[in-house]
């Protein structure tokens, strides 16, 4: 079945913007609600992703959110590869269709433009544009946080190796459009995280944060029990 020659023009902008509505969806916070956690935007790191929802000490929830995330980035450009020829999409416009799912999860228009930074859609892109090169990515940060458990620094050093892979293996092309924006946001979102790797305060994977407000009890020093004096004989 042929699509009406009127809509055609109008497909590949449609296919961003659906792909941007699905990165939307902030799963550390639907996930974390649905389970009964306090939101991950208010504890630890207070960025609504995996990392930061395994601090509240829930690793179902953690592992959840990573599985998630990751597959909004996966399966938007999954459909726009499997439909490509029936919708006439080109590589760049699937590039583009990988982006906006990336764009999506920094700032979902559902949870007011306040989002992650990606990691977890990143590596999903990744894997559906070049499965190859989100592989050799995704192998690079296991390394890294394996030996030196800093989620943040892993994300940095295949944030910029992504785009290296790719430029030195397959030459670049249109899938550039998406990875080099993707690398350098990646790193942008992690300014903080640099600043704290550099002064030696990064927390490493599986430290947890204060998940609840709840206050801190005083010390015995603070208690408001009235000592008593030696009286004298």
Known sequence: MQMPASLAPLVPALAVLAAYLVGSLSFAVIVSRLMG??????YGSK???????????????????????????YVPVLLALLW??????????????????????????????????????????????????????????VIVAF?????????????????FYQLLVWGGGDLMVAILPMSLLLIWRHAGNIRRLLDGTESRIGGK??????PQPSSPSSSSTPSHRSRKP
């Open 147 to 163: 030996f030196l458990r800093y989620s943040s620094l892993a994300s940095l050093v295949a944030a910029v190796f992504a785009s």
């Open 209 to 214: 944060g204060a998940a609840s407000g709840s």
């Open 37 to 42: 956690l306090a939101d991950p935007r208010s």
């Open 47 to 73: 960025n609504p992703g995996a990392t930061n929802v395994l601090r509240s000490g829930n690793k179902a929830a953690a592992v959840l959110t990573l599985v998630l995330d990751a597959l909004k980035g």
């Open 84 to 141: 490509r020829d029936r919708l006439g999409l080109s590589e760049l416009v699937i590039a583009m269709v990988g982006l906006a799912a990336f764009l999506g999860h920094l700032w979902p228009v559902f949870f007011r433009f306040e989002g992650g930074k990606g990691v977890a859609t990143a590596a999903g892109v990744l894997l559906a544009l070049n499965p190859h090169l989100g592989l050799a990515t995704l192998v690079s940060w």
